[in-house]
């Protein structure tokens, strides 16, 4: 069996942080201390890094089946190696969507293929994501799918969220809700304020996010059912989940890395890098996002990682399909916007996304026998942000400073990424 | 100055030197053979993505009078429904051998977005309800011959600022010359926010006929469906139209301008739209003149008088 020591990094154990060597064989953790034996195992280096289990991405699309010119299970996979993570759950607005449990196997059964990422196929909540009768649910919860969204579209009708949620609070999965109300979105293309009107283009109102929000905890408070409130990005939202987790409501939330570091003043521009919904919102919003994720009233870190192809948003803004890529970014990104000390960034990129999305082999704290499921994160690296594994690098990050990056990632004891390079 | 996209680009003092330039070119206009030689040999492309019938012949005139060839762009012929992307379309503009390139797209950025992409001067002919530079100094150059400066006026821009990009255009132009700006509508037909805007804000009309020397009236856009933002023809001329009563409460030196095309009976009364007090047809003339400066500037051309 292969052996490896991750060695001289500050280790997130069981029992908080420590200074160790930590040991793997095989796909377990077998020691974790001070100058363990080294023998013939393969010693990376990981002095001045924080050691921890490996990140999980609640959201992302790597378009296969359907867009594979944008992404695909492989490359995406790779990007998310890149990006240090060792688990992605990839959202089902697929060519087909994800409503039935042989297209969630194939995507389930293509990630365990490449091997690189474990790749967790959301289902969506209704047949076709199109709002009205419910998706197989029973199928897709016997594929292994735990998390129900129709990312994209918001369920609109209350009833059908209503009972899809009664229906998975029965089995335990977690509905995750792109909030967005179609009405006061209407033609909007970016957040509404002084940049839309200076520009003529049609805004989003925060009030668009929160008032399906509002209206989804309070069907949460009729059910019990889980609720996870995908790319939260008003402040507005981030008051709401507070007081829902402080009236004990089984709701949780996310953030993107693109919405705590950018404003809506970027798009004055019109460079469609910086084109994705919900919209880059006001500096105050930016803030109470920060926040939010510093104090854990935002549970996690999503990136709605959404690949485009070059051709595709090489046009005018108001033209450009929405959504940007994170996987390769997020490390650096949530660092500089927030300052997370080791513990939080791996809750908030770890623990938490894993305990939300039902991934039972992810998000453990390091531990003698535990999987070795490992992120090693230099917190330190400086570098500018130049090229991507994504097939595609429609990102706001581009050209941009970032300092803290993956340095090395196990999964179950296989090297995925080997001082920032991918091992496929 | 390599490309014309938005006034906020410009300086007061680009402003006025564009205008002055216009200035005289509507002399030349007036001679009995309206045409230099200033531009000879020059390939003015108009690249029209939406529909426009006004602007692309007043360019089209501008470029003729200053003796450039021109080639028109029509999308519903062209490449654009066989898929087509702006990009390869405006690229491929630039290879025929066009020297300056004319672009209107209803998408906002559009026109920037192109002089990314091509190496020849680009004149944004309107993007979106964001710019449209060339009304802007053509309403200014109306102005201006009619009260000899700008300076010190009072504007009232009248009717769905919200969707215009004349509107956007004219603001940042009249308020750069010294003009006050008074926006007047409905809520749902302002801009969402206004703070940092140089204007005041009014919902009245009534309110400002006395005191404005210019009223500029925005075309009810019909075909945005009126009925969401107002409840109804009637009830938008009632308190927003340039009725005869209100033509009548305007100070006596007042004028009233319009972008066209009016809506006669909504917007503005069929009797103000032809009260010599009405600029809409100078207004026309004089986008001539200012597309000339505009094209005369880009291209470097000279004036062998």
């Known amino acids: 069996m292969s052996e490896i020591v991750l060695a001289g990094g500050l280790v997130m154990t069981v029992d908080g942080p420590v200074e160790a060597d930590v040991k793997v064989v095989g796909e377990n953790i077998v020691e974790i201390g001070r100058k363990v034996g080294r023998g013939d195992a393969d010693v990376l280096d990981c002095s001045g890094c924080w050691v921890g289990p490996g990140l999980v991405d609640p959201h992302v699309h790597l378009r296969e089946p359907g867009q594979e010119w944008k992404e695909d299970i492989a490359s995406g996979s790779m990007a998310a190696a890149a990006g240090g993570f060792t688990a992605v759950v990839a959202m089902p607005n697929t060519e087909p969507a994800v409503d039935s449990g042989h297209i969630a196997r194939f995507v389930a059964d293509r990630g365990r293929a490449v091997g690189i990422v474990d790749v967790f196929p959301a289902g969506c909540v209704t047949a076709g994501r199109e709002g009205g009768r419910l998706a197989h649910l029973d199928e897709l919860w016997a594929a292994g799918v735990r998390v129900f969204t129709d990312d994209g579209p918001a369920l609109f009708d209350g009833g059908v969220l209503r009972r899809a949620m009664e229906y998975l609070g029965d089995l335990g999965g977690v509905i995750a809700q792109h909030a967005e109300d179609a009405g006061l979105s209407g033609a909007g293309q970016i957040h509404e304020g002084e940049v839309s009107a200076a520009l003529g283009l049609m805004g989003i109102p925060a009030a668009a996010e929160e008032v399906i929000v509002a209206r989804d905890l309070a069907v949460v408070r009729l059910t019990g059912a889980s609720y996870h409130v995908q790319h939260v990005s008003t402040e507005g939202t981030v008051e709401l989940v507070r007081g829902a987790k402080a009236d004990g409501l089984p709701a949780t939330a996310e953030v993107t890395p693109h919405h705590l570091s950018f404003d809506h003043r970027e798009v004055l521009g019109t460079d469609p890098a910086f084109k994705m919904y919900p919209p880059l919102r006001s500096p105050d919003d930016v803030k109470a996002l920060r926040r939010a994720v510093a104090d854990g009233t935002i549970d996690c870190i999503g990136t709605d990682h959404a690949p485009h192809a070059a051709h595709e948003k090489d046009v005018p803004f108001e033209e450009a399909p929405r959504g940007v890529i994170g996987l390769e970014t997020a490390v650096g990104a949530v660092l500089g916007a927030v300052g997370l000390g080791p513990e939080e960034l791996f809750d908030r990129m770890s623990v938490a996304p894993a305990r939300i999305a039902r991934l039972s082999d992810h998000g453990h704290l390091l531990e003698r026998g535990g999987p070795a499921s490992i992120t090693v994160i230099d917190p330190h690296v400086e570098y500018v942000v130049d090229g991507f594994v994504s097939r595609s690098a429609n990102s706001p990050f581009l050209g941009r400073s970032l300092t803290g990056a993956a340095r090395h990632v196990l999964l179950r004891g296989r090297i995925t990424l080997r001082d920032r390079k991918v091992e496929a | ?305």
């Open chain 2, 1 to 305: 100055m390599k490309h014309f996209i938005d006034i906020a680009d410009l300086e007061r003092h680009d402003l006025e030197s564009l205008l002055d330039e216009a200035d005289g070119f509507v002399e030349i206009l007036e001679r009995p053979i309206p045409k230099v030689p200033a531009l000879r040999g020059k390939t003015v492309t108009t690249a029209f993505f939406e529909p426009s019938t006004r602007t692309r012949l007043s360019f089209e005139r501008a470029a003729k009078a200053l003796s450039a060839d021109t080639m028109t762009f029509a999308p519903g012929t062209s490449s654009l429904s066989k898929g087509e992307s702006l990009k390869d379309t405006v690229q491929t503009l630039e290879a025929m051998g066009s020297d300056l390139l004319v672009v209107r797209h209803r998408a906002v950025g559009a026109a920037r977005r192109v002089s990314e992409w091509t190496s020849v001067p680009v004149v944004n002919g309107g993007d979106g309800a964001h710019q449209h530079p060339t009304q802007a100094l053509l309403d200014a150059l109306t102005i201006r011959r009619r009260f000899g400066k700008v300076e010190g006026l009072h504007v009232a821009i009248v009717g769905d600022i919200r969707h215009s990009r004349v509107a956007r255009s004219d603001v940042l132009a009249f308020s750069a010359l010294g003009a006050r700006v008074t926006l007047v509508a409905p809520r749902t037909l302002l801009p969402v926010v206004t703070d940092g805007w140089p204007v005041a804000v009014c919902a009245s009309l009534d309110e400002v006929l006395g005191e404005v020397d210019v009223v500029y009236l925005l075309r009810v856009q019909m075909e945005r469906g009126g009925a969401t933002v107002f409840p109804s023809l009637p009830e938008y001329v009632s308190r927003f139209g340039m009725t005869r009563q209100r033509f009548a409460a305007l100070r006596p030196e007042a004028i009233v301008m319009h972008p066209g095309p009016m809506n006669r009976g909504v917007e503005i009364a069929n009797e103000v739209a032809d009260d010599p007090r009405a600029l809409v047809l100078e207004q026309v003339a004089m986008g001539v003149a200012v597309r000339m400066a505009v094209l005369f500037r880009l291209l470097g051309g000279e004036l062998d008088e």
